[in-house]
């Protein structure tokens, strides 16, 4: 699965929050997925990301995709992580087409 820049830093910053404690294999699940969301320092030079405060940047021309291969355990840990955000109502318009490629419609309907 590729994912860009946006998508990543997005990750690497709901990730955490969204699972601060589980089980011993998710939480390893999950430090493995968090270094591989992360950025080398190649990919930090060449595509120019800057911090500044809280805001990051990036030359959205010069940035490529990651294809990532993430197991069920890491999937999940997706999932749940989008479903949080869709629960805190912190979802934006810029995470629907990590939502479409995780196959994450939105809450269950009640009653399921």
């Given at each position: 699965?590729?994912?860009?820049?946006?998508?990543?830093?997005?990750?690497?910053q709901?990730?955490?929050v969204?699972?601060?404690h589980?089980?011993?294999i998710?939480?390893?699940?999950?430090?493995?997925?968090?270094?591989?969301?992360?950025?080398?320092?190649?990919e930090?030079?060449?595509?120019?990301i800057?911090?500044?405060?809280?805001?990051?940047?990036w030359?959205?021309?010069r940035?490529e995709?990651?294809?990532?291969?993430?197991?069920?355990?890491?999937?999940?840990?997706v999932?749940?992580?989008?479903?949080?955000?869709?629960?805190?109502?912190?979802?934006?318009?810029g995470l629907l087409?990590?939502c479409e490629?995780?196959g994450?419609?939105?809450?269950p309907?009640?009653?399921e």
């Amino acid at each position: 699965m590729d994912l860009t820049v946006y998508e990543r830093i997005a990750l690497l910053q709901v990730l955490p929050v969204a699972h601060q404690h589980g089980s011993f294999i998710k939480q390893k699940t999950l430090l493995g997925l968090i270094g591989d969301l992360g950025f080398t320092e190649h990919e930090l030079i060449a595509w120019d990301i800057q911090q500044e405060g809280e805001r990051i940047t990036w030359d959205e021309t010069r940035a490529e995709p990651k294809a990532l291969e993430l197991g069920p355990v890491a999937t999940g840990l997706v999932l749940d992580a989008l479903r949080w955000l869709d629960e805190q109502e912190r979802m934006d318009i810029g995470l629907l087409p990590l939502c479409e490629k995780f196959g994450y419609t939105g809450p269950p309907e009640s009653g399921e």
